[in-house]
C-alpha cells in the first residue's frame, strides 16, 4: 500500500509569490495534518483536517489557508510568500481524528528566495 | 499551552551502546505520545505510538515508556547500530485530532 504522498517534493519561489502543495493520505484515513519544520527544529502545527472540515489550526498567519477534497486529499496554500516561509513542509494522515498513529510523507521542501 | 522538550540535543555513541533518549511535557492531559525518527532532509518515521492509558510499548530493540503523572517519555534503544543513526522526536497529542507538538530533537550518531 502507498504511503502518504506529497508533490511537489522540492520547491522554489520568489517573495511575494503564491504557492500550493498537495497531500494525499494512506488510503481509508479521513484524517490529514500539516505541520512546517525549520531547519534544526521540531515541526510546528499549522492546520488539521478531518472529513473535509478545519478542526484545529495553529499559530500561523492567514496567508496560510488549506482545503481537503471529497478523496480526503489536502492542499496547503500560502500566499504573499516571506523568506522566513523556507522550510519542509510536512503532511501527516491517521484514520481517525486523533488517538490513532500519525504517518508522515517525506515532504515538500519550499525554498522562498 | 504544551511544550516539548529533549534531552539531549545530540548524542554520539560507539556501536553497541545501549541509549536512553528523554522527553518531557508540561501537560500531562495529553492523548497519546508517539515517537519518530528523521533521516536528514527526509519525513518522519513513526517508531511507537504510546496511548495515554499505556505505560509503554516494545518494538524490536526499541522500548519507549510513558509516565503521564511526571511528564516523560524516554525511548530505549537496544545495541545501538549505525543504522541507528538519525533524529528521534517525540510528540505530544494534546488535544485529539493529531495536533502534535513536537520537541526539537536528539540528533543521533553511533560509529562503528
Known amino acids: 500500500d502507498a504511503g502518504v504522498t506529497q508533490s511537489p517534493t522540492h520547491l522554489i519561489k520568489t517573495r511575494g509569490q503564491q504557492v500550493t502543495l498537495r497531500c494525499s493520505p494512506i488510503s481509508g484515513h479521513k484524517s490529514v495534518s500539516w505541520y512546517q519544520q525549520v531547519l534544526g527544529q521540531g515541526p510546528q502545527f499549522i492546520f488539521q483536517?478531518?472529513?473535509?472540515?478545519?478542526?484545529g489550526r495553529g499559530n500561523f498567519p492567514d496567508r496560510f489557508s488549506a482545503r481537503q477534497f471529497p478523496n480526503y486529499s489536502s492542499e496547503l496554500n500560502v500566499n504573499a510568500l516571506l523568506l522566513g516561509d523556507s522550510a519542509l513542509y510536512l503532511c501527516a494522515s491517521s484514520t481517525d481524528r486523533g488517538i490513532t498513529e500519525a504517518f508522515f510523507g517525506q515532504g515538500t521542501r519550499l525554498t522562498v528566495v | 499551552k504544551q511544550e516539548v522538550t529533549q534531552i539531549p540535543a545530540a548524542l554520539s555513541v560507539p556501536e553497541g551502546e545501549n541509549l536512553v533518549l528523554n522527553c518531557s511535557f508540561t501537560d500531562s492531559a495529553i492523548y497519546n505520545l508517539q515517537w519518530f525518527r528523521q533521516d536528514p532532509g527526509k519525513g518522519l518515521t513513526s517508531l511507537l505510538l504510546i496511548q495515554s492509558s499505556q505505560r509503554e510499548q516494545t518494538s524490536g530493540r526499541l522500548n519507549a515508556s510513558l509516565d503521564k503523572s511526571s511528564g516523560r517519555s524516554t525511548l530505549y534503544i537496544a545495541a545501538s547500530q549505525p543504522g541507528d543513526s538519525a533524529t528521534y522526536l517525540c510528540a505530544a497529542d494534546s488535544g485529539g485530532y493529531n495536533k502534535l507538538i513536537f520537541g526539537a530533537g536528539t540528533r543521533l550518531a553511533v560509529h562503528p
Open positions: 483536517y478531518y472529513e473535509k472540515e478545519e478542526r
